[in-house]
T-cell receptor, first 113, second 116 residues
Framework: DAGVTQSPTHLIKTRGQQVTLRCSPK?????VSWYQQALGQGPQFIFQ???????QRGNFPDRFSGHQFPNYSSELNVNALLLGDSALYLC????????????FGPGTRLTVT | AQSVAQPEDQVNVAEGNPLTVKCTYS??????LFWYVQYPNRGLQFLLK??????LVKGSYGFEAEFNKSQTSFHLKKPSALVSDSALYFC??????????????FGKGTMLLVSP
């Protein structure tokens, strides 16, 4: 049973560019959340998708957008990249919503130069 | 708004000794609390959670956590530390009470270093 998978593992982009990160949830999970983890910090919630809709959003600008597909996989898009967007981006999945623990993927390390 | 504080950036303990990693929280309503561990270049792994019930919660790899409502704390403990326990530990609280959709608010993490 595969856990949460993310691609790519590492990514280097230039300021102003756009990036798409991908996540496949753990088998049987239909809810996907995205987090940004800056160096030396705890993960910060970006948004959560359930039934192909964004259900909740953290304090991130509209440059951060996402999508969930019918197979529950998800994408995170970031436009007009800033140096401050450099971070580890974590995807987490859970079986439905509510008080269920979230299972995290290994993350995508984004470096913006 | 909910928040989590992990007052120690780093905890050092000798192998075989008991360990404690501290966490305090602030949340409206009932707290739902979690501990995760992060090894280098890897994602977060779930250790344990408190939803309701016994104040002492047992989790993976011999870890446990003690919930104290009056002190708003949820400290992570292990009776006998292993070198392999060395990692970054995160405490988290469930957010967005009432919405029905659970998200997590994390502390900034505590690095645990276990020496041989």
């Amino acid at each position: 049973d595969a856990g949460v998978t993310q691609s790519p593992t590492h990514l280097i982009k230039t300021r102003g560019q756009q990036v798409t990160l991908r996540c496949s949830p753990k088998s049987g999970h239909d809810t996907v959340s995205w987090y940004q983890q800056a160096l030396g910090q705890g993960p910060q919630f970006i948004f959560q998708y359930y039934e192909e809709e964004e259900r909740q959003r953290g304090n991130f600008p509209d440059r951060f957008s996402g999508h969930q597909f019918p197979n529950y996989s998800s994408e995170l898009n970031v436009n007009a990249l800033l140096l401050g967007d450099s971070a580890l981006y974590l995807c987490a999945s859970s079986p439905g919503v509510g008080l269920r623990e979230q299972y995290f993927g290994p993350g995508t390390r984004l470096t913006v130069t | 708004a909910q928040s989590v504080a992990q007052p120690e950036d780093q905890v050092n303990v000798a192998e075989g000794n008991p360990l404690t990693v501290k966490c305090t929280y602030s949340v409206s309503g009932n707290p739902y609390l979690f501990w995760y561990v992060q090894y280098p270049n890897r994602g977060l792994q779930f250790l344990l959670k408190y939803i309701t019930g016994d104040n002492l919660v047992k989790g993976s790899y011999g870890f446990e956590a003690e919930f104290n409502k009056s002190q708003t704390s949820f400290h992570l403990k292990k009776p006998s530390a292993l070198v392999s326990d060395s990692a970054l530990y995160f405490c988290a609280v469930r957010g967005s009470l009432g919405s029905g959709y659970s998200t997590l608010t994390f502390g900034k993490g505590t690095m645990l270093l276990v020496s041989p």
